[in-house]
């Protein structure tokens, strides 16, 4: 990126992993808006990105699963005088038990993980393809790549963001812009706390974050973090089915 | 989220890695979550911690839960015309000096690691080599937010609540959840020291080194070799240094490629390695005699080059004993202290000895006092470091010298209590304890 001020927009900026990438952006001297539910949380994740070098970070409270995304994304990118990157970071993970119990849990889950997230990347698009130049970056999973049967609806909703964003890489890319899909395997987050005796495959938030920060400069459309979950994926995407169905994850 | 706000965890330990039994532990990102973490969970006491860079049980409560601050991390405001900085408990000494050094500014006293967090800082008054002109870390704290049991948050001033204040300061965090903290911060002139390098034999060359010292450095410290005997007895390296203003602020790194990823056979420091390696340290040391060029980082940070050091000493850890001697008695303590230590042949070769100035600490629990203070690792044997302790314990004791209770773990209640003599007017929070405390206070 030249060394203009970057315009960035972070949707679930109170999330453990965007909130480390908003760190690496305020040291580079970036501009922006924090989008996320709590304003109080909101602040003070704003004046640290202020104090760490962050040119601007303007708090801006919505609930992003159940916003007017493209009237709120062109309020935003008027706000920025543009747009260089959006960072959409906000989901659910959901219990895999409870979900399969509930038709309107799962709703709200796919709500909140798809349906709200397709309508951002559109009006993110709109004005990236009058640019013709930014980058979309969404935060996806390695859930995505095959399902299992232990967070299988999560997963879909994770593998549906994947053909959106591929779809719109592809799109963008004779325009000029980019789209990415940033594919984290384990990380170390309030969504994991629950988990026991976090082993080596568990990445902490900024690892991640360092990932999605060079996936604002280049490369996509599906970039994993950390990469070495490239080829876990591949193993496990191309495991016959009589093993894969012995396996319990 | 609440229902899983303290999860068990068998790999929180603290940084001797003796005890090991498993925690309950919650990891809060934001403030606003402390209040229900310190009233949640019934009767159970509540302990926050930092990067639990304490030897002993000082950041353990194995029979109640832990809050881990290190998510808590934000700063606050930064102004870099005046040097004061307001950032919350959990942002660590690291990520304040990658901030502030660009700008001209230090931390106004530091310990042998980066790696601890401002509320840890605090709740242990640390101190560093520059003592005898800077005093403790309390000392350049204006203010520090404070989260009650009793009487919710609350900011605390030297004046406005000086009971507080004084017992937080040094007060092992169980006097409240330290929210942030306000520091003043030093400037300095560029990121390097001039660091001068002089190998002594033996303490009657010490004292005189390092009183000769005081004036002309800011920081002194002296590496002590514990392991060898006879003419080779009571030798080390003493470095002192001063910033050099010449405008260049290099930040350190903060990742480091070196690391120990498992722990260590138990054999892998014994008392030949142990002295193997005082051998080797002393002569390139020596070797390197004079003055030299060095950023803040190899000098006040060597050994956070290598994270996770501790887990050499293998899966029984290690105990830190560190005392500090009251100036009338530091030499013949010191040397009494090193005869037993020699003689067991059970030192390892980080030992450190440095005099403390006469800058009154400002916690009822500060560790600090005018006099001499050395630190030795021993790995972990059982019974027979135990013992040896006990006798080091009646060395400190009969000179009237005290244990650092950041680094101990295994001191008699009694020992607490006669060296730390205001210990029952610290305004403890009722929901808050340690296994450190259970052990010497209670």
Same mark, same amino acid.
């Given at each position: 990126?030249s060394?203009?001020t970057?315009?960035?927009?972070?949707?679930?900026?109170?999330?453990?992993?965007?909130?480390?990438?908003?760190?690496?952006?305020?040291?580079?001297?970036?501009?922006?808006?924090?989008?996320?539910?709590?304003?109080?949380?909101?602040?003070?994740?704003?004046a640290?990105?202020?104090?760490?070098?962050?040119?601007?970070?303007?708090?801006? =409270?919505?609930?992003?699963?159940n916003?007017?995304?493209?009237?709120?994304?062109?309020?935003?990118?008027?706000?920025?005088?543009?747009l260089?990157?959006?960072?959409?970071?906000?989901?659910?993970?959901?219990?895999e038990?409870?979900?399969?119990?509930?038709?309107?849990?799962?709703?709200?889950?796919?709500?909140?993980?798809?349906?709200?997230a397709?309508?951002?990347?559109?009006?993110?698009?709109?004005?990236?393809?009058?640019?013709?130049?930014g980058?979309?970056?969404v935060?996806?999973?390695?859930?995505?790549?095959?399902?299992?049967?232990?967070?299988?609806?999560?997963?879909?909703?994770?593998?549906?963001?994947?053909?959106?964003v591929?779809?719109?890489a592809?799109?963008?890319?004779?325009?000029g812009?980019?789209?990415?899909?940033?594919?984290?395997?384990?990380?170390?987050?309030?969504?994991?706390?629950?988990?026991?005796?976090?082993?080596?495959?568990?990445?902490? =938030?900024?690892?991640?974050?360092?990932?999605?920060?060079?996936?604002?400069?280049?490369?996509?459309?599906?970039?994993y973090?950390?990469a070495?979950?490239?080829?876990?994926?591949?193993?496990?995407?191309?495991? =016959?089915?009589?093993v894969?169905?012995r396996?319990?994850? | 989220?609440?229902?899983?706000?303290?999860?068990?965890?068998?790999?929180?330990?603290s940084?001797?890695?003796?005890?090991?039994?498993?925690?309950?532990?919650a990891?809060?990102?934001?403030?606003?979550?402390l209040?229900?973490?310190?009233?949640?969970?019934?009767?159970?006491?509540?302990?926050?911690?930092g990067?639990?860079?304490? @030897?002993?049980?000082?950041?353990?409560?194995g029979?109640?839960?832990?809050?881990?601050?290190?998510?808590?991390?934000?700063?606050? /405001?930064?102004?870099?015309?005046?040097?004061?900085?307001?950032?919350?408990?959990?942002?660590?000494?690291?990520?304040?000096?990658?901030l502030?050094?660009?700008?001209?500014?230090?931390?106004?006293?530091?310990?042998?690691?980066?790696?601890?967090?401002?509320?840890?800082?605090?709740?242990?008054?640390?101190?560093?080599?520059?003592?005898?002109?800077a005093?403790?870390?309390?000392?350049h704290?204006?203010?520090?937010?404070?989260?009650?049991?009793?009487?919710?948050r609350?900011?605390?001033?030297?004046?406005?609540?000086?009971?507080?204040?004084?017992?937080?300061?040094?007060?092992?965090?169980?006097?409240?959840?330290?929210?942030?903290?306000?520091?003043?911060?030093?400037?300095?002139?560029?990121? $390097?020291?001039?660091?001068?390098?002089?190998? *002594?034999?033996?303490?009657d060359?010490?004292?005189?080194?390092?009183?000769?010292?005081?004036?002309?450095?800011? /920081?002194?410290? !002296?590496?002590?070799d514990?392991?060898?005997?006879?003419?080779?007895r009571?030798?080390?390296i003493?470095?002192?240094?001063?910033?050099?203003?010449?405008?260049? *602020?290099?930040?350190? /790194?903060?990742?480091?490629?070196?690391?120990?990823p498992?722990?260590?056979?138990?054999?892998?420091?014994?008392?030949?390695?142990?002295?193997?390696?005082?051998?080797? $340290?002393?002569?390139?040391?020596?070797?390197?005699?004079?003055?030299?060029?060095? /950023?803040?980082?190899?000098?006040? *940070?060597?050994?956070?080059?290598?994270?996770?050091?501790n887990?050499? @000493?293998?899966?029984?850890?290690?105990?830190? *004993?560190?005392c500090?001697?009251?100036?009338?008695?530091?030499?013949?303590a010191?040397? %009494?202290?090193?005869?037993?230590?020699?003689?067991?042949?059970?030192?390892?070769?980080? !030992?450190?000895?440095?005099?403390?100035g006469?800058?009154?600490?400002?916690?009822?629990?500060?560790?600090?006092?005018?006099?001499a203070?050395?630190?030795?690792?021993?790995?972990?044997?059982?019974? !027979?470091?135990?013992?040896?302790?006990?006798?080091?314990?009646?060395?400190?004791?009969?000179a009237?010298?005290?244990? $650092?209770p950041?680094?101990?773990?295994?001191?008699?209640?009694?020992?607490?209590?006669?060296?730390?003599?205001?210990?029952?007017?610290?305004?403890?929070?009722?929901?808050?304890?340690?296994?450190?405390?259970?052990?010497? %206070?209670?």
């Amino acid at each position: 990126m030249s060394a203009q001020t970057q315009r960035i927009v972070i949707l679930g900026a109170a999330s453990a992993i965007a909130e480390a990438t908003g760190r690496i952006w305020a040291a580079e001297r970036a501009r922006m808006i924090l989008v996320g539910r709590d304003a109080a949380r909101l602040e003070s994740i704003a004046a640290d990105l202020e104090t760490r070098g962050a040119e601007g970070a303007t708090p801006w =409270p919505l609930d992003c699963a159940n916003a007017d995304a493209a009237a709120q994304f062109g309020k935003m990118a008027e706000a920025l005088g543009g747009l260089d990157v959006l960072l959409l970071a906000y989901g659910v993970l959901g219990n895999e038990a409870e979900l399969e119990q509930d038709p309107k849990a799962v709703a709200t889950l796919i709500q909140t993980n798809f349906t709200s997230a397709v309508a951002w990347c559109l009006a993110a698009r709109a004005i990236l393809e009058k640019q013709g130049a930014g980058a979309l970056l969404v935060i996806g999973s390695v859930a995505g790549d095959r399902g299992r049967r232990s967070n299988f609806i999560y997963g879909a909703t994770k593998g549906g963001l994947a053909r959106l964003v591929e779809g719109m890489a592809h799109q963008l890319a004779p325009l000029g812009a980019r789209a990415v899909l940033i594919k984290p395997g384990f990380v170390d987050t309030p969504m994991t706390a629950s988990f026991r005796n976090k082993g080596l495959l568990w990445a902490q =938030p900024e690892q991640v974050a360092r990932v999605i920060a060079a996936a604002a400069r280049r490369g996509g459309p599906i970039v994993y973090a950390p990469a070495y979950w490239r080829l876990i994926m591949l193993i496990i995407r191309h495991l =016959p089915t009589f093993v894969f169905d012995r396996l319990n994850i | 989220m609440q229902e899983f706000a303290f999860v068990g965890d068998s790999d929180v330990l603290s940084w001797g890695r003796v005890t090991r039994e498993p925690q309950r532990v919650a990891r809060p990102r934001f403030r606003d979550e402390l209040p229900s973490l310190i009233g949640d969970e019934g009767a159970a006491s509540k302990l926050a911690v930092g990067l639990r860079r304490s @030897y002993g049980d000082s950041c353990l409560n194995g029979s109640g839960v832990l809050i881990d601050m290190c998510g808590v991390n934000r700063f606050i /405001h930064f102004h870099p015309e005046t040097g004061v900085l307001r950032a919350e408990a959990g942002v660590s000494l690291s990520d304040l000096l990658r901030l502030v050094v660009s700008k001209g500014w230090f931390a106004p006293t530091t310990p042998g690691t980066c790696f601890v967090t401002l509320g840890g800082a605090l709740a242990n008054d640390v101190h560093g080599k520059n003592h005898h002109g800077a005093g403790s870390f309390g000392r350049h704290v204006r203010s520090f937010g404070l989260l009650r049991s009793d009487r919710g948050r609350l900011t605390v001033t030297p004046e406005g609540e000086p009971a507080l204040f004084f017992s937080t300061i040094g007060g092992l965090g169980l006097t409240g959840v330290i929210e942030w903290v306000e520091l003043q911060l030093v400037r300095i002139g560029g990121a $390097y020291l001039d660091v001068e390098t002089m190998p *002594y034999n033996g303490l009657d060359e010490f004292w005189p080194l390092a009183e000769e010292s005081g004036p002309a450095f800011e /920081h002194i410290v !002296a590496w002590i070799d514990c392991a060898s005997r006879g003419k080779k007895r009571g030798r080390g390296i003493l470095s002192r240094a001063n910033w050099i203003v010449d405008g260049v *602020y290099d930040v350190h /790194h903060d990742r480091s490629w070196k690391r120990v990823p498992f722990e260590a056979p138990g054999l892998a420091l014994n008392r030949l390695t142990g002295r193997a390696f005082n051998n080797v $340290y002393y002569h390139l040391n020596s070797a390197k005699a004079g003055k030299s060029r060095q /950023h803040y980082a190899p000098f006040f *940070y060597p050994l956070d080059a290598v994270r996770d050091w501790n887990r050499l @000493y293998g899966r029984r850890g290690m105990l830190q *004993y560190q005392c500090v001697i009251p100036r009338d008695n530091q030499r013949d303590a010191i040397d %009494a202290l090193l005869d037993v230590i020699t003689a067991s042949g059970q030192a390892s070769f980080l !030992a450190v000895l440095k005099t403390f100035g006469d800058l009154p600490s400002p916690g009822l629990l500060s560790f600090p006092r005018p006099g001499a203070t050395l630190a030795l690792d021993f790995p972990f044997r059982g019974d !027979a470091t135990l013992k040896l302790m006990t006798r080091l314990d009646g060395i400190v004791a009969e000179a009237g010298g005290a244990l $650092y209770p950041a680094k101990d773990g295994r001191m008699p209640g009694e020992m607490f209590r006669r060296s730390f003599p205001r210990w029952e007017q610290l305004v403890k929070d009722p929901a808050i304890s340690s296994d450190f405390w259970r052990r010497v %206070a209670l």
